[in-house]
């Protein structure tokens, strides 16, 4: 134990505190809520993994069509750190926190780990047919971005405006398959866009 | 405020029900504030939950949360800076006390509250919680040497805050 310089004067801020604590009547925590919600989180975890693997999927098989087959070892991979910005209210999704990933323009097709240091999904070993890795156009406006993509051997997908958060309006907030992802050439990407 | 022992794994919405009363008295004492202590202990329950096969394999799993509650204090004063470092100690009259238990105590509850955040905490996790400066230090992830010189400068404070008070020895 401490050295309590006066145990008398201990006890008194003891009995202080204690009295103190007994003021209020404590609240109703609703622990089934609780349950319910971190449920509900684990699954909207999950269901943005599966949500990714989906989209990695539909990427896929476009990719098929554009460039002939080979298309299981990209799925195999997802990296893991996609599935959390992948999730469902889209709070700017997160891919590359290196900023502006320079695009490697000029097809790039063969070697993918071009724009993005992320280690691990480069590596699929039989991987090393045409796939690209989606660059990171967070922050640039629409058509700066499309052109990043378009030079990086990936083709422009859907439109989706966005609303809220603080980037400036007109400006790319994420992608879909997001930044560092590995995807076959040619695979459309959607692009959100802030409309403030 | 005695530890919560079990021989089986607890359910959380079992151990909401018997330790959230407990959890938010620390909370309520650590911050003076019911509002902030509600809020700080439903923070604290809904990590619990989210690691609960954790929490639970814990030896006390009411300890496990307490220091999840009070590492929550502790950044959310950091973070809000000094500023909001004090909240008011609401006036109050308990009608059970006498005039003068209530005006010792909380003078020093007031005093306590007047403590940097950190200091607060060593002086509710002893005082409240009779629990060692080795304890305390793990809780926080500080040194027991420093929650022992912040122990004794926390009391000394509050004993200087209090000799202006009525005769101690009476409460």
Same mark, same amino acid.
């Given at each position: 134990m401490?050295?309590?310089?006066?145990p008398?004067?201990?006890k008194?801020?003891t009995?202080?505190?204690?009295?103190?604590?007994?003021?209020?009547?404590?609240?109703?925590?609703?622990?089934p809520?609780?349950?319910?919600?971190?449920?509900?989180?684990?699954?909207?975890?999950?269901?943005g993994?599966?949500?990714?693997a989906?989209?990695?999927g539909?990427?896929?098989?476009?990719?098929?069509?554009?460039?002939?087959?080979?298309?299981?070892q990209?799925?195999?991979a997802t990296?893991p750190?996609?599935v959390?910005?992948?999730?469902?209210?889209?709070p700017f999704?997160?891919?590359d926190?290196?900023?502006s990933?320079?695009?490697?323009?000029?097809?790039?097709?063969?070697?993918?780990?071009?724009g993005?240091?992320?280690?691990?999904?480069?590596g699929?070993?039989s991987?090393?047919?045409?796939?690209?890795t989606v660059?990171?156009?967070?922050?640039?406006?629409?058509?700066?971005?499309?052109?990043?993509?378009?030079?990086? #051997?990936?083709?422009?997908?859907?439109l989706?405006?966005?609303?809220g #958060?603080?980037l400036?309006?007109?400006?790319?907030?994420?992608?879909?398959?997001?930044? #560092?992802?590995?995807?076959?050439?040619?695979?459309?990407?959607?692009?959100?866009?802030s409309?403030? | 405020?005695? $530890?919560?022992q079990?021989?089986?794994?607890?359910?959380?919405?079992?151990?909401?029900?018997?330790r959230s009363?407990?959890l938010?008295?620390?909370?309520y004492?650590? *911050?003076?504030?019911?509002?902030?202590?509600?809020?700080l202990?439903q923070?604290?329950?809904?990590?619990?939950?989210?690691r609960?096969r954790?929490?639970?394999?814990a030896?006390?799993p009411e300890?496990?949360?307490?220091?999840?509650l009070?590492?929550?204090a502790?950044?959310r004063?950091?973070?809000?800076?000094r500023?909001?470092?004090?909240?008011?100690?609401?006036?109050?009259a308990?009608?059970?006390? $006498?005039?003068r238990?209530v005006?010792?105590?909380?003078?020093l509850?007031r005093?306590?509250h007047?403590l940097?955040?950190g200091?607060r905490?060593?002086?509710?996790?002893?005082y409240?919680h009779d629990?060692?400066p080795e304890?305390?230090?793990?809780?926080?992830?500080i040194?027991?040497?420093?929650?022992? $010189?912040?122990l004794?400068?926390?009391v000394?404070?509050?004993?200087? *805050?209090? *000799?202006?008070?009525?005769?101690?020895?009476?409460?």
């Amino acid at each position: 134990m401490p050295a309590t310089p006066d145990p008398d004067f201990g006890k008194a801020l003891t009995r202080a505190m204690d009295d103190f604590a007994s003021d209020p009547q404590p609240p109703a925590f609703d622990a089934p809520a609780m349950v319910g919600r971190a449920r509900r989180r684990r699954r909207l975890l999950l269901g943005g993994a599966v949500a990714a693997a989906v989209a990695l999927g539909a990427g896929v098989t476009i990719g098929v069509r554009a460039t002939g087959p080979g298309p299981r070892q990209v799925q195999a991979a997802t990296p893991p750190t996609a599935v959390p910005a992948s999730g469902l209210p889209w709070p700017f999704p997160s891919s590359d926190p290196s900023g502006s990933p320079s695009a490697t323009p000029g097809g790039s097709s063969s070697a993918a780990p071009s724009g993005t240091p992320s280690g691990p999904l480069a590596g699929s070993p039989s991987a090393a047919r045409k796939t690209v890795t989606v660059p990171s156009v967070i922050g640039k406006s629409r058509p700066e971005a499309e052109r990043i993509l378009t030079a990086a #051997g990936l083709t422009v997908g859907n439109l989706v405006m966005l609303h809220g #958060g603080n980037l400036p309006t007109g400006v790319l907030v994420g992608t879909q398959p997001a930044a #560092g992802m590995d995807v076959p050439v040619g695979t459309p990407v959607m692009l959100m866009v802030s409309e403030g | 405020v005695g $530890s919560w022992q079990r021989a089986e794994r607890p359910d959380f919405v079992e151990f909401v029900q018997q330790r959230s009363a407990a959890l938010f008295r620390t909370a309520y004492v650590l *911050t003076g504030h019911q509002q902030v202590a509600e809020d700080l202990v439903q923070e604290a329950l809904e990590k619990a939950c989210r690691r609960w096969r954790r929490v639970a394999a814990a030896d006390s799993p009411e300890a496990y949360v307490r220091r999840i509650l009070v590492n929550l204090a502790n950044d959310r004063w950091r973070r809000a800076g000094r500023a909001a470092e004090r909240f008011e100690v609401p006036e109050r009259a308990d009608p059970h006390d $006498s005039y003068r238990q209530v005006e010792l105590r909380d003078g020093l509850v007031r005093a306590l509250h007047g403590l940097p955040i950190g200091m607060r905490t060593v002086v509710v996790l002893h005082y409240l919680h009779d629990q060692g400066p080795e304890e305390i230090a793990g809780t926080l992830g500080i040194s027991a040497s420093s929650v022992r $010189s912040q122990l004794s400068r926390g009391v000394a404070k509050l004993r200087a *805050t209090s *000799t202006d008070l009525p005769q101690l020895e009476g409460a």
